[in-house]
């Protein structure tokens, strides 16, 4: 089974604070993404990346940017935390297009609940 | 820009029964994959079922059946004789056959009553 680890399950920071979310994926996924969980908006894309030091912007971008060192690290930042950025986060990852077994789903990490005070 | 719209925020039935929680989307695509995700109270999001545009019969998992309506653009889930662990919240997502990103809906919180 596919496993994604996000580093915490929940976070306390404070405004102004600079924040990583790390996320690990155990299956040599090609792509990785972020998104964000809010009532009533259901699941936003931050940022994904379809391999190692590529990245692209989602559809909420701004104050947030992303690090893609290693093929199964997908890591997200936050460079000056605010309180509007206090949400659930979630990691996926999934395979590449090449993966000749037809579509596959994302698999996703148990989410990150970050409190921005 | 495709959009889903879960239309139920929130949903409650008795064990047992049958429950029926609709989704639509928007889309100018001709191929494209549609999937129904449950995330329980437990939190990690969990695909129950998908289906691909192209595909005619409606997916079939179990107790998990869609119907799959593209002219109206409707994905709906049926989940059958209901039990206690099917309470989480569901979420409809699009993705077009060209892209690698998901785009979901609202959401809609599903309560299985013993």
């Known amino acids: 089974d596919v496993k994604v680890t996000q580093s915490s399950r929940y976070l306390v920071k404070r405004t102004g604070e600079k924040v990583f979310l790390e996320c690990v994926q155990d299956m040599d996924h090609e792509n990785m993404f972020w998104y964000r969980q809010d009532p009533g908006l259901g699941l936003r894309l931050i940022y994904f990346s379809y391999d190692v030091k590529m990245k692209e912007k989602g559809d909420i971008p701004e104050g947030y940017s992303v690090s893609r060192e290693k093929k199964e690290r997908f890591s997200l930042i936050l460079e000056s935390a605010s309180t509007n950025q206090t949400s659930m986060y979630l990691c996926?990852?999934?395979?590449?297009?090449?993966?000749?077994?037809?579509?596959?789903?994302?698999?996703f990490g148990d989410g990150t609940r970050l409190s921005i005070l | 820009a495709q959009t889903v719209t879960q239309s139920q925020p929130e949903m409650s039935v008795q064990e047992a029964e049958t429950v029926t929680l609709s989704c639509t989307y928007d889309t100018s695509e001709s191929n494209y994959y549609l999937f129904w995700y449950k995330q329980p109270p437990s939190r990690q999001m969990i695909l129950v079922i998908r289906?691909?545009?192209?595909?005619?019969q409606n997916a079939t998992e179990n107790r998990f059946s869609v119907n799959f309506q593209k002219a109206a653009k409707s994905f709906s889930l049926k989940i059958s004789d209901s039990q206690l662990g099917d309470t989480a919240m569901y979420f409809c997502?699009?993705?077009?056959?060209?892209?690698?990103?998901?785009?979901f809906g609202q959401g809609t919180r599903l309560t299985i009553n013993p």
């Open positions: 997502a699009f993705r077009d056959q060209g892209a690698q990103k998901l785009v």
């Open positions: 289906q691909e545009a192209y595909k005619q």
């Open positions: 996926a990852s999934k395979p590449g297009q090449a993966v000749p077994i037809g579509e596959q789903p994302q698999h």
